[in-house]
């Protein structure tokens, strides 16, 4: 067993830290960092519940080794909103259409749908909701994530 | 739910890795995308005590043309495969496949080459290269040594592959411009592993099949290259194929069980009945009543 030191960025800020080298981004990112909006499910990649950003793309965190950050740029649902309080437009398509009701997949719903919209990147509402088959919901039946997905794809969240 | 303990290491080399993976004895385990390794430490269903992680050997990734084919590093992403030019110009057969492998969040991290390396029988890389007639170079402190992708697996998450060996290299041959593209496969929700898959590529010149390469995933302990159905296909008129006949031969070749998904029985039915249809599809022919 071995322990490793790391430096990350996590929603821009800088985080410097020794990890066991099994422990998982997922649990490092709650336990460690604090970043407690990285919600756990299943702990093996099929529910989407932890799925965060890394170096901008959407990736499981529970499938990630907490030492394989290394100088990379993770992003969790903490880091969306702007530091005003306003939504992101994922959160606001998601708030809007009803898209949420417990709560625990939609961090992860988010960071799919926020990886998917960023920057210049047009999001395809048929890739966008493809995408989304990677996120177990056991509450809203789905329809409102995909009116929402669909809003996004529209450009119409912001 | 947590991984047993074990040492992390993260060589920058293919010569280092080898030297570590020989160092080792047996208890590593390669760490690529980790999609697929990563569960299997969670339940701890595989303990390895070391993990040697290749994402930072550069020269396991991209996708490169060599005489004849076309080779991909096999620490490339899926992800990258699934933009890549040259693989969308000469291998549109695998860029499908790839569009169904996991999930958009996996795929950005998996990789093919850690797909065809574990080999999950009722997944669609292994099944793309056995079709393919893909080679796999396999290095280790010992040497290279390169093999034909149908002889490489041997059972559910057992291949040739030695303790002390590495997946360097996947070598796919050239298909021509123009050749037919086979792919489809049954799943329960968009992501899951196939229930039945069937993947291939036929060459028609002059309205003669010349070339066939044809596998089925999900049908039996590895992926199943078709052998009596390649081999009766090819002469034939593709107007004229007999279609039912082919299915019975490439249903013949399959071994595939009954598990909590699905029966042996309703595997080779799907089976015979998806071979039936995409082979009338891809050929341009009415599917018969």
């Known amino acids: 067993m071995s322990k490793h030191e790391i430096e990350v960025t996590i929603n821009g800020r800088r985080f410097a830290g020794a990890v066991e080298s099994r422990v998982t981004l997922s649990d490092f990112l709650r336990g460690e960092a604090g970043y407690t909006g990285v919600h756990v ?12 950003i890394v170096n901008g793309k959407a990736v499981r965190s529970c499938l990630m080794l907490a030492v394989q950050v290394q100088g990379a740029e993770v992003t969790t649902v903490e880091g969306l909103a702007a530091p005003d309080g306003t939504l992101h437009p994922a959160q606001q398509a998601l708030r809007d259409e009803h898209g949420l009701q417990c709560g625990f997949c939609t961090p992860g719903v988010l960071m799919t749908m926020a990886a998917m919209t960023a920057g210049e990147q047009k999001p395809d509402e048929e890739a966008l909701l493809a995408a989304l088959s990677g996120h177990i919901c056991r509450c809203t039946g789905y329809q409102g994530i995909r009116r929402a997905a669909r809003k996004l794809a529209a450009g119409e969240g912001a | 739910m947590k991984a047993a303990p074990f040492d ?27 999609q697929t ?7 701890r269903m595989s303990q390895p005590f070391i993990l040697v992680d290749i994402n930072n050997i550069a020269a396991l990734r991209g996708v490169s043309r060599i005489a004849g084919g076309t080779r991909i590093g096999p620490a490339t992403r ?30 950005n991290r998996g990789t093919i080459g850690g797909s065809i390396a574990l080999g999950e029988p009722a997944a669609e890389m292994p099944a793309t290269a056995v079709a ?49 593209i086979l792919f489809r496969e049954v799943a329960q929700r968009p992501g899951d ?64 069980f009954d598990d909590h998904h699905a029966s042996a029985e309703y595997r080779r039915t799907v089976g015979r009945r998806m071979f039936t249809r995409i082979l009338r599809e891809a050929l341009g022919r009415q599917e018969a009543a």
């Open chain 2, 193 to 256: 592993f196939a229930l039945v898959g069937l993947v291939g590529a036929l060459v028609v010149e002059g309205a003669r099949i010349t070339r066939a390469g044809l596998a089925w995933f999900g049908m039996g302990p590895t992926p199943v290259k078709m052998r009596q159905a390649e081999a009766a296909i090819l002469g034939q008129s593709a107007d004229a194929l007999d279609v039912n006949g082919l299915a019975a031969l490439a249903i013949a070749d399959t071994a595939p």
């Open chain 1, 41 to 52: 499910g299943c702990e093996h990649g099929v529910c989407g519940a932890c799925t965060v």
């Open chain 2, 78 to 107: 899926q992800c990258d495969g699934l933009a890549d030019a040259v693989l969308a110009e000469h291998l549109p057969v695998l860029v499908r496949a790839l569009s169904h492998v996991g999930h958009y969040q996996t795929r």
């Open chain 2, 37 to 43: 390794l990563m569960p299997l430490l969670a339940l």
């Open chain 2, 8 to 34: 992390y290491l993260a060589p920058g080399s293919i010569e280092e890795a080898c030297a570590l993976l020989a160092e080792a004895g047996g208890g590593a385990s390669v760490l690529a995308g980790g």
């Open chain 2, 132 to 180: 393919l007639g893909a080679v796999i170079e396999i290095t280790s402190v010992r040497g290279v040594r390169r093999v034909e992708a149908a002889d490489f697996y041997l059972g559910p998450y057992m291949t040739v592959l030695e303790s002390d060996e590495l997946v360097t290299g996947i070598e796919y041959p050239d298909w021509p411009p123009g050749h037919v």
